[in-house]
């Protein structure tokens, strides 16, 4: 007989539903004791008896929430936290040039390193906090933040492997918002391996519901903390001192880096599996009040997007702005679909239940309409242009997450009244691809479109001037001459007639002038095509 028909048997006889309970607790299932209640109290909300554990077992909950932070770790592991991302914030010390073909650095940093280190070091903080207030799992906890450290290690060592300056950009800002995505992947791991529930989907939907939780209280503090760091230097401004550049990044990276453990600490049990965390109170209940107010005006708004579509069609085929809203867009219903499920059956009466499946259901499928168009303008930009990393990264998210609604849209439809164990299911297996890609980009991408460095060192430095400049292709002429070359792994190659130019894609714009001599010193590669005779040279 299973616990929910233990204690329905039990539902007028309190003796016996307390032994069950203490049964359950040496069992180790103090939570599957809770939701059957919960279920029991949605099937008969006339019954004195669930009510009363209802509000007991709440109780007991608030007790276990009140006394679960280990402040002793969490403040010196934050302020340790902090005083890292305030020594790496350093410009003048830790840089992070571009570099030109031949081994040569720019003096140009595009974006502080500190951008890049602060969620693989911040998550190893909050995964040392987890584990010295949780289980001890001090070899898994090693494990994973050196992993995650060794992840930006990779990025700050690999990505001059580039070459070209757009190319370094690029892969730069997306390794700046995937390693913060592997960071907060590699604390999923270690939060469900510690707990052995690695095959349980509610539980790795449980960590999802509590890490928009952990993010929500994150973004609070920021807030707060830039009130105060701004009323501080409007202070010191006002009788005419100007604070020291040292004293500035202690208030903003220091004090930013007080907040992932900070927040972390205050949200999260680390000794009970995710599923047995608080959802009911605080947080948790105000981030599904505004999840589920917020997916009929979600439902609204790409119901009047699509009906505009047609008005301005090859708006995102033309503007890649368009296309980066579309992908924010996506993300963020991703998100409010996570947030709007029920975590425990007997959350909603049978009524709010369905109607708030058929709103999931409604968004996802118009989520998957919009997002499908969207992947349609990404694949005709790269069509008639070139794939770069950008691209490939969008392309990528695209499809996962055009997958992933399509997958909750099968869960939904077919799972009838099991519906939120269907979609945990779909979300668990959504955060493993995740996973995947984003570490599938991060190591792959410098190789994917890197350039060969010790082939360019020998070519003329206007040369390597372009390839560091611009993308490929990289299309070089001389005004003297009236040929047009690609340069291809440090070879030109002659592309014979102005109908195969255009032919291959390629635009004037993409031509650069370079001095006939220079041209010359390039060695020959194979003509375009390749039966069009010996090249000429400029």
């Keep these: 007989m299973s616990l929910n028909d233990t204690i329905n048997a039990m539902s007028g006889d309190p003796e016996q539903l307390e032994l069950t309970y203490q049964a359950a607790l040496k069992a180790g299932?103090?939570?599957?004791?809770?939701?059957?209640?919960?279920?029991g109290r949605a099937a008969a909300p006339d019954n004195m008896l669930y009510a009363a554990w209802h509000y007991r077992l709440l109780h007991a909950a608030e007790r276990v929430k009140e006394s679960f932070t280990a402040w002793g770790w969490a403040i010196p592991l934050a302020l340790l936290n902090g005083l890292a991302l305030w020594y790496l914030s350093d410009d003048e010390r830790f840089r992070l040039p571009l570099a030109r073909p031949g081994g040569a650095w720019t003096d140009y940093s595009f974006i502080p390193l500190v951008f890049l280190v602060a969620a693989p070091v911040s998550a190893a903080f909050v995964i040392t906090y987890l584990a010295a207030a949780g289980r001890r799992r001090w070899i898994m906890a090693t494990l994973v933040s050196a992993l995650l450290v060794a992840a930006a290690v990779y990025v700050v060592t690999f990505y001059p492997q580039l070459g070209t300056r757009p190319y370094q950009e690029q892969y730069i800002t997306l390794m700046a918002m995937h390693l913060p995505l592997l960071a907060w992947a590699g604390v999923g791991a270690f939060l469900i391996s510690s707990h052995n529930v690695?095959?349980?989907?509610?539980?790795?939907?449980a960590f999802l519901i509590k890490s928009l939780e952990v993010f929500v209280m994150g973004g609070l503090a920021v807030i707060a903390g830039g009130i105060f760091v701004g009323i501080t230097a409007g202070l010191f401004e006002a009788i005419g001192v100007t604070l020291p550049q040292t004293v500035v990044r202690l208030l903003v990276a220091g004090g930013g880096g007080l907040v992932p453990v900070i927040a972390a600490a205050v949200i999260y049990?680390?000794?009970?599996?995710p599923i047995d965390q608080e959802f009911e109170?605080?947080?948790?209940?105000l981030l599904a009040l505004l999840a589920r107010a917020l997916l009929p005006l979600s439902i609204l708004v790409l119901l009047v997007y699509l009906s505009f579509i047609p008005f301005n069609f090859f708006g995102p085929f033309e503007n890649r702005d368009v296309l980066?809203?579309?992908?924010?867009?996506?993300?963020?219903?991703?998100?409010?679909?996570?947030?709007?499920?029920?975590?425990?059956?007997?959350?909603?009466?049978?009524?709010?239940?369905?109607?708030?499946?058929?709103?999931?259901?409604?968004?996802?499928?118009?989520?998957?309409?919009?997002?499908?168009?969207?992947l349609a303008a990404i694949l005709y930009r790269t069509a008639i242009d070139r794939l770069t990393p950008n691209r490939l990264a969008f392309i990528g998210w695209n499809v996962i997450n055009i997958g992933l609604l399509l997958l909750v849209l099968f869960r939904r439809l077919r799972a009838g009244e099991q519906w939120p164990a269907g979609l945990y299911r779909a979300f668990a297996m959504g955060t493993v691809v995740y996973a995947v890609w984003t570490l599938a980009l991060i190591l792959i991408l410098p190789w994917l479109f890197g350039i060969n460095q010790q082939r360019i060192e020998t070519l003329p430095p206007a040369v390597q001037e372009a390839i560091y400049s611009y993308p490929d292709p990289i299309l070089l002429k001389c005004t003297q001459s009236p040929h047009i070359y690609l340069l291809d792994d440090g070879e030109k190659r002659w592309i014979e007639t102005i109908p195969t130019f255009t032919e291959r894609g390629y635009v004037w714009g993409d031509v650069r002038f370079i001095s006939c001599d220079d041209l010359r010193s390039i060695p020959?590669?194979?003509?375009?095509?390749p039966d069009a005779g010996p090249p000429p040279q400029p």
């Design 281 to 285: 109170e605080g947080i948790s209940r």
């Design 29 to 39: 299932q103090a939570a599957a004791f809770r939701e059957a209640i919960d279920a």
């Design 524 to 529: 020959d590669g194979e003509p375009i095509p």
């Design 198 to 205: 690695v095959r349980d989907a509610a539980n790795r939907f």
């Design 269 to 273: 049990n680390p000794k009970v599996k």
């Design 324 to 374: 980066i809203v579309f992908n924010a867009m996506l993300f963020a219903v991703i998100a409010l679909m996570v947030a709007a499920t029920p975590t425990r059956p007997g959350q909603l009466s049978s009524r709010a239940a369905l109607w708030l499946r058929r709103g999931i259901i409604a968004l996802a499928a118009l989520a998957a309409l919009v997002s499908i168009y969207a």
